[in-house]
């Protein structure tokens, strides 16, 4: 049975008209007597629901669902029975909305990280456009004659926000490409989205190898200003990378000012030649 856990908070079940209602009057009085008002904002209900596809047959798991606006992502997580002997697989999808259609359909940017025992992890993404009431599949993880499929469907709802003082900044999108440097050679590892929001950090890190060899970053993505078409950002890397005399002790603190999809490159390396990782970093807003 799949279980999970929500960060932006839905539940599978809708509560009944009455625990609604009962609902928005706690927050309304508390809210009221805490100084703050309390508003109603639209968003998307999102229902996912997992496929297993093996050999021509199909098995669903049970729908999740998560709910997300345009300037908060939804983010899910849940556990399949991946193979009837081996250990189960960890999803984790964000999901950030788009900019919608015009005639009522809604753009979505999903990425999704597959994590197993044992094995490095497997991120994958796609934009979808969903008409109200359609359903769009995301093909996450194919490993034999087995697939991972996602049913997406979005649909339009409204529900209360309590409305305080501080307020969320911009949000900010950064697609990050990991490189694996070599001297002079480059590797495409992985590419990744990730959402945040103005002067609130995003998180990349990853850790791998044992002892000497082993190689641990963490680099933290701050959008510190928006002008216009350019942002200015601060890019923390920490961490170890293994060298010839043993593990170098890593820590760097850069401001990058970009344009609007421009694309910046970081190099975290060591030894000459150069060994390490490359972090390109395009942020959109």
Same mark, same amino acid.
């Given at each position: 049975m799949a279980t999970c856990a929500f960060r932006l908070g839905s539940d599978r079940r809708r509560p009944r008209a009455a625990s609604v209602a009962a609902l928005v009057l706690s927050l309304a009085a508390g809210a009221a007597r805490a100084g703050y008002a309390l508003g109603r904002e639209a968003a998307l209900r999102i229902e996912v629901t997992p496929l297993i596809v093996e050999s021509g047959v199909? @098995?669903?798991?049970?729908?999740?669902?998560v709910e997300a606006t345009r300037d908060e992502a939804g983010i899910l997580e849940t556990s399949l029975a991946w193979s009837p002997s081996g250990p189960p697989l960890a999803l984790t999808l964000e999901i950030a909305v788009g900019e919608g259609t015009g005639d009522g359909g809604h753009a979505l940017r999903l990425a999704a990280t597959l994590r197993m025992e044992g094995s490095p992890p497997i991120r994958s993404s796609r934009v979808l456009t969903l008409a109200e009431g359609s359903a769009g599949l995301f093909d996450v993880l194919e490993e034999g004659n087995r697939r991972l499929v996602l049913s997406i469907r979005a649909e339009e709802t409204v529900r209360p926000v309590v409305q305080g003082r501080r307020k969320?900044?911009?949000p900010v999108l *950064?697609?990050?490409a990991v490189e694996r440097r070599d001297g002079e050679r480059s590797v495409l590892l992985e590419t990744d989205r990730l959402v945040t929001f103005l002067h609130e950090g995003v998180e990349y890190? *990853?850790?791998r190898g044992e002892e000497d060899r082993r190689e641990s970053? @963490?680099?933290?993505?701050?959008p510190l200003r928006l002008e216009g078409d350019l942002v200015e950002l601060e890019a923390d890397v920490t961490g170890s990378l293994p060298g010839n005399e043993g593990p170098h002790v890593l820590s760097r603190t850069v401001r990058i000012l970009a344009s609007r999809r421009a694309t910046s490159s970081l190099d975290v390396?060591?030894?000459d030649p150069p060994a390490g990782y490359r972090f390109l970093i395009t942020p959109d807003f």
């Open positions: 199909t @098995r669903s798991i049970e729908p999740l669902a969320v900044g911009s *950064f697609q990050l890190a *990853f850790s970053l @963490r680099l933290v993505l701050t390396t060591v030894g």
